[in-house]
């Protein structure tokens, strides 16, 4: 069983930055891959990018495509989305989760993972 938590959320302003780290519990966390996910108010949620078991491979969603990017420390057990040049349509609540299978790709959508943390909101401000 992995449970995972993120922080680092909150209120910036446009063009400000944020980091959001997912803390991961269990060793098999260091094995899987990791992604992150938002849900907008009124809109499904969505892929934002994820990282393999590794760290040796990293997927960036095309609306966040040379401003976010993500990585992971798995001496710390966490995974880092690195949020820079942020633009008020990036308002969410941002999910870090888990992919357990085993011998797979990166996914990027929301049935390859199976393990999700709360959320933590973030909100950018025009």
């Known amino acids: 069983q992995v449970q995972l938590v993120e922080s680092g959320g909150g209120l910036v302003q446009a063009g400000g930055s944020l980091r959001l780290s997912c803390a991961g519990s269990?060793?098999?966390?260091?094995?899987?891959?990791t992604g992150w996910f938002r849900q907008a108010p009124g809109k499904e949620r969505e892929f934002v990018a994820a990282i393999s078991w590794n760290g040796g491979s990293t997927y960036i969603a095309d609306p966040v495509k040379g401003r976010f990017t993500i990585s992971r420390d798995k001496r710390k057990n966490t995974v880092t989305l690195h949020m820079n040049s942020l633009k008020p349509e990036d308002t969410a609540v941002y999910y870090c989760?888990?992919?357990?299978?085993?011998?797979?790709?990166?996914?990027?959508?929301?049935?390859?993972?199976?393990?999700w943390g709360q959320g933590t909101q973030v909100t950018v401000s025009s």
């Open positions: 989760a888990a992919d357990s299978r085993l011998m797979t790709v990166v996914g990027t959508l929301e049935d390859e993972y199976e393990y």
């Open positions: 269990g060793r098999t966390f260091s094995n899987y891959h």
